[in-house]
């Protein structure tokens, strides 16, 4: 039997972030797709996040904003390609001003210190496109090119002596005296292998994982998806641009993102899910273009193409209050060697590695 001493299950942002930070020689990292940040990883915004929407003491306000600063500072020693474009939070009327209040109290209670109030003059200056009576503006938001991310975070645990496994599968995982036996298949062959400590971050598939293990406590899985549109030709603004989150939902809001490459989109939306689904239908397009012209009264519904769909891993479902990351240690389930990361959604591109730090400790 093949034995390691740290098993990484996933090879999205979260796996790939304690590869890197444990930097140990005998670590695997199997990955059930063909590629890395298949799922979550790669379907996403791609923003950094400054930390303001979620509650103060929460794991996610925490890790958010330390991760913030851990992962500007790993882009500009790794070459990664990122740029702080800044955020606008908007109040399109009048009567969602006190709901940008509130938003601007959260950020300060949980330590984001560098929040602007913007006032509708100077903020027809900054965006002319754009409608609103007053907004906030986040200059520690930015955007950042995932998938370079993910490499940087792969070349670095493979420089320390990880290996990586496509294609594989881990199907359960059981305790064996002091050590873990994982049994699956790779790349159609069973395999059995023996690994001292174990990390499942398997995001959207950690749950079914886990479910195989005697003993332990599994949190719900809730699938959420949200769908995006590009906008063809030249965007109108220069900065992201989020409306006032959706109440009794799990969006912030169809809003307006950018990439490197000046690319517009706008979206997530929110849709509950019972398995993966990654289309995106384009009749969409109506409800998109309205939830846009409040905020982009200049929107053109025929530049509207569709574009991408990512789904998030949550803890919470559909009129429950979003639930905090779940960091499963030993700790918390008396399993030696064993963490599960459950219900890391977004801010978790962001936290990523903070979160390998956390992981790091608790092992």
């Not at 991760?67 to 500009?76: D, I, M, P, S, V």
């Not at 699956?184 to 990390?199: D, M, N, P, W, Y």
């Not at 900065?239 to 307006?256: D, F, K, S, V």
Request: net charge negative; hydrophobic share 45%; charged share 20%.
């Amino acid at each position: 039997m093949h034995e390691v001493d740290t098993l990484i299950i996933g090879a999205g942002v979260l796996g790939l972030a304690c590869a890197a930070r444990l930097g140990k020689p005998d670590t695997l990292i199997l990955e059930a797709e063909g590629l890395i940040g298949s799922h979550t990883s790669s379907r996403n915004s791609e923003v950094i996040h400054a930390g303001l929407y979620y509650p103060r003491g929460s794991l996610k306000a925490e890790l958010c904003l330390e991760g913030r600063e851990r992962l500007y500072a790993w882009c500009n020693q790794h070459g990664v390609a990122h740029r702080r474009i800044g955020k606008l939070l908007v109040a399109v009327q009048e009567s969602e001003i006190g709901k940008l209040e509130a938003l601007a109290g959260n950020a300060e209670a949980c330590g984001v210190t560098d929040l602007q109030q913007i006032d509708q003059p100077r903020l027809h200056v900054l965006e002319p496109a754009l409608r609103g009576v007053r907004a906030l503006l986040s200059p520690s938001t930015g955007i950042i090119d995932s998938h370079a991310y993910l490499q940087s975070l792969l070349a670095v645990a493979e420089s320390r002596g990880a290996q990586l496994a496509l294609h594989s599968r881990v199907e359960r995982l059981q305790r064996d005296g002091d050590a873990w036996i994982a049994s699956g298949h790779s790349a159609g062959e069973a395999f059995t292998l023996r690994a001292q400590r174990v990390i499942n971050a398997g995001g959207p598939f950690a749950q079914r994982l886990a479910d195989t293990i005697e003993g332990l406590p599994v949190p719900p899985l809730h699938l959420c998806q949200g769908r995006y549109f590009s906008y063809s030709g030249r965007s109108p603004f220069s900065r992201l641009i989020y409306p006032m989150p959706e109440a009794n939902t799990a969006g912030l809001g169809i809003h307006a993102t950018l990439d490197l490459a000046g690319q517009l989109r706008f979206g997530p939306d929110v849709r509950w899910l019972e398995a993966l689904d990654y289309a995106v239908d384009e009749n969409l397009r109506a409800p998109f273009a309205a939830a846009v012209a409040r905020y982009f009264p200049a929107l053109d519904a025929a530049r509207l193409q569709p574009g991408y769909a990512g789904v998030r891993a949550k803890l919470s479902g559909p009129g429950e209050p979003a639930a905090d990351f779940l960091i499963q240690t030993p700790a918390d389930h008396r399993l030696p060697g064993l963490v599960n990361l459950f219900g890391i959604e977004s801010p978790g591109l962001t936290a990523s590695l903070a979160i390998a730090e956390r992981v790091a400790s608790a092992l």
